[in-house]
């Protein structure tokens, strides 16, 4: 396939899968060093600063992801139409700086410190365990009703 077409492929007609890895902020130089990783998809809850635009300098946190535009709306920045409506301003992920986590999301968090993340809970886990402990228990007590029959 031609450059030309896989470029346009990516930009103009992305899957949702493709537009979702585009949602990537770098993070802030303290993350860099404790996660070993320059950039992250951001997520609602996550706080950041901006780094371009119009709004350069504001902190805020991040109300809503809109994977459609590939930009975010953060707490606190608004603008006001001429009738005197507010409105959320998007802004490119590109141009935010992710100043801390939000760390609800487990596999993310595993994701990120280089871990894999555990495909099943805890809970189940344990729940296998109790199972092969009571199948060793059964073919325990078979065995020993074969002897005494011996």
């Known amino acids: 396939m031609k450059p030309t077409k896989m470029r346009n492929r990516l930009i103009y007609h992305p899957t949702f899968n493709t537009k979702s890895k585009q ?3 770098h993070l ?3 993350l860099q060093k404790k996660y070993a990783k320059k950039s992250v998809r951001v ?3 996550d706080t950041v600063k901006i780094v371009r635009g119009e709004f350069k300098g504001v902190d805020g946190k991040i109300s809503k992801v809109s994977t459609q535009k590939s930009s975010v709306a953060i707490e606190g920045i ?3 139409k001429t009738k005197g409506d507010k409105f959320d301003v ?3 992920a590109s141009n935010l700086l ?3 986590l939000n760390t609800e999301d487990k596999w993310r968090i595993a994701k990120l410190e280089g871990k894999t993340p555990s495909e099943k809970p805890k ?3 344990e729940k296998l365990v109790k199972k092969e402990n009571t199948s060793k228990e059964t073919k325990e007590v078979k065995t020993q009703k074969k002897e005494v029959k011996k």
Do not use: F, N, P, R
Request: hydrophobic residues 25%; charged residues 35%.
């Open 90 to 92: 998007y802004i490119h």
């Open 23 to 25: 949602l990537g902020s």
């Open 98 to 100: 992710v100043t801390s």
């Open 123 to 125: 809970k189940i886990s």
């Open 43 to 45: 997520i609602e809850g």
């Open 28 to 30: 802030s130089k303290e």
């Open 78 to 80: 608004k603008k006001e």
